[in-house]
């Protein structure tokens, strides 16, 4: 298996759930150019995670990124900063930063053959 991980990322797993749902099951290919056109935050660090998951897969396995397709992709919560916001009469308000654990897993498409 072919995979690839971002840790720790800054940007809410909902966030970036809505562009892994995009790319999952799509070629690399299909895949790249929905990421180039989609207006989300969360598609810089997915273009680099494809990228490097498609790097691993030529430099480890020799495999070339025209017979690769997304397989899986998993979106994690990871730790979540807590803040506070000052509110009146002394009180305070809390606020969750959350981060996201991004996997990705490429798998070699499969072509099926026709029995006649």
């Known amino acids: 298996m072919i995979t690839a ?3 720790n990322y800054r940007i809410t797993p909902r966030k970036v759930r809505l562009v892994a749902d995009m790319i999952r099951g799509k070629s690399i290919e299909q895949a790249q150019v929905i990421l180039v056109n989609v207006s989300k ?9 494809l990228d490097s998951a498609v790097a691993n897969a030529k430099n480890n396995f020799q495999i070339e990124k025209d017979n690769l397709i ?15 916001m000052p509110m009146s009469k002394g009180s ?20 099926k053959s026709s029995k006649k």
């Open 5 to 7: 991980k971002l840790s």
């Open 41 to 49: 935050k969360a598609k810089h660090p997915l273009a680099g995670l």
């Open 70 to 84: 997304v397989k899986e992709i998993r979106v994690d919560q990871g730790f979540v900063l807590k803040r506070s």
């Open 92 to 111: 305070a308000f809390p606020i969750k930063k959350r981060t996201s654990h991004i996997s990705l897993v490429l798998a070699p498409k499969v072509i």
